[in-house]
């Protein structure tokens, strides 16, 4: 039995979030839950399944201290409008006297009477300081968006995602002190990152060459030849299949002059090993579009304008490009950056690939990540 939603947590409604968490919860359950009835993941998906309670638990926990920070919040618009919870309470109890019997005339005139006082007594409140102007002032009025906790998160590897000693982090767990958010969730700009765990940052539109099945062609798996070489006008969102189980897996176009291996070497990887095939969905070779540039799609659309952000970009692959292997849920479950990782043949890129899909579908995602900076991240190894 896996709950879900408000079956799995219970927030303050402060901010909207138990609706975003319990969204997130079924994003990151249906395909683990569709993997295993396919027979994708070993062990009739154990490990796969028992990755949706490690991973969601610390965000369902940062969220919820979110929710309760917000709420808290919400006490200083109150209290600068002069509905401080002594005065609310001393308001709320002379109110029930004047209405408990409820009867005749005289009743109706104390409640009314009641509320006339505290009606005064708010105004006097609010005209005896900065009250809510303050507020405005500083802008300190409550927030209603938090692109960085709805989309900013990092799922643990299932390793530190074990509770074990309580820290209080307000970010995270108390139960693991595994830290999900890299820096403050209520913070108002969102730093997408394309590490493992994260949450695919946006990019394009630009042209794509697909390897294997298309995002739109419904093909049947990556080293198929019914789109091999075809030519899209898409963005990430086009790219990662939602209603498949299967992995996608993302190269940048270019790489340092053939230098690093691309998206085609990787599909004829994938197709060597017929296990690996049937759980990659696509490759897809994402090249760089410059501003003015005309798209040789095979639909014609148009780049117009300045140049849309490219993977390269968007995911910190620097100059020597990348390969990004993206779970159906859009998050991140392998990373390599080619200037840091060089793989001496084809070989090497059919072991490396084998062992990150084979560990996706065992425990959510892989954990090495050949980027520098892994080292740094919150929730890594």
């Known amino acids: 039995m896996f709950l879900a939603g408000d079956a799995a947590h219970s927030f303050p409604p402060a901010g909207g979030l138990g609706m ?29 399944l028992r990755s949706y309670g490690a991973e969601r638990r610390p965000v369902a926990r940062a969220n919820a201290a979110l929710s309760v920070r917000n709420f808290e919040e919400t006490l200083r618009v109150a209290r600068a409008a002069g509905l401080a919870p002594p005065s609310v309470a001393a308001a709320a109890a002379e109110a029930a006297r004047a209405a408990a019997p409820w ?3 005289r009743q109706a005139h104390g409640l009314f009477a009641a509320a006339k006082r505290a009606g005064l007594a708010l105004g006097a409140a609010v005209r005896g300081g900065d009250g809510l102007a303050g507020l405005f002032r500083g802008d300190a009025t409550l927030r209603l968006q938090f692109p960085v906790a709805d989309l900013g998160f990092r799922y643990p590897p299932a390793s530190t995602a074990v509770a074990t000693s309580g820290t209080g982090d307000s970010d995270g767990d108390s139960d693991s002190g595994v830290r999900v958010h890299a820096g403050d969730p209520r913070a108002a700009g969102l730093a997408p990152r394309a590490d493992p765990g994260c949450r695919l940052p946006h990019f394009g539109p630009g042209v794509v060459v697909v390897h294997g099945d298309g995002a739109a062609d419904g093909g049947e798996g990556v080293g198929t030849e019914a789109s091999e070489g075809k030519t899209i006008f898409a963005s990430a969102l086009d790219l990662v299949r939602a209603d498949s189980p299967r992995l996608t897996l993302l190269v940048t176009g270019d790489n340092a002059a053939g230098r690093r291996p691309g998206a085609a070497a990787w599909s004829a990887a994938a197709a060597r090993s017929p296990a690996l095939a049937a759980r990659l969905g696509a490759a897809f070779e994402v090249r760089d579009l410059a501003a003015g540039d005309s798209s040789d799609a095979a639909d014609g659309s148009p780049a117009s304008g300045a140049a849309p952000l ?6 910190g692959l620097g100059p020597a490009g990348g390969a990004l292997l993206v779970r159906p849920d859009g998050h991140v479950a392998a990373r390599w950056d080619f200037a840091a990782w060089r793989p001496a043949g084809a070989e090497a890129v059919e072991a490396e690939l084998a062992a990150a899909v084979a560990a996706t579908f065992e425990q959510g995602w892989y954990g090495p990540d050949s980027s520098a900076e892994a080292a740094e991240l919150p929730g890594g190894a």
């Open 20 to 48: 975003n968490s319990g969204v997130q919860d079924a994003h990151n359950l249906a395909w683990k839950i569709a993997a295993a009835r396919q027979g994708l993941a070993p062990n009739g998906g154990a490990g796969l």
């Open 103 to 105: 009867l005749g005339r």
């Open 310 to 315: 490219s993977m390269r970009a968007a995911c």
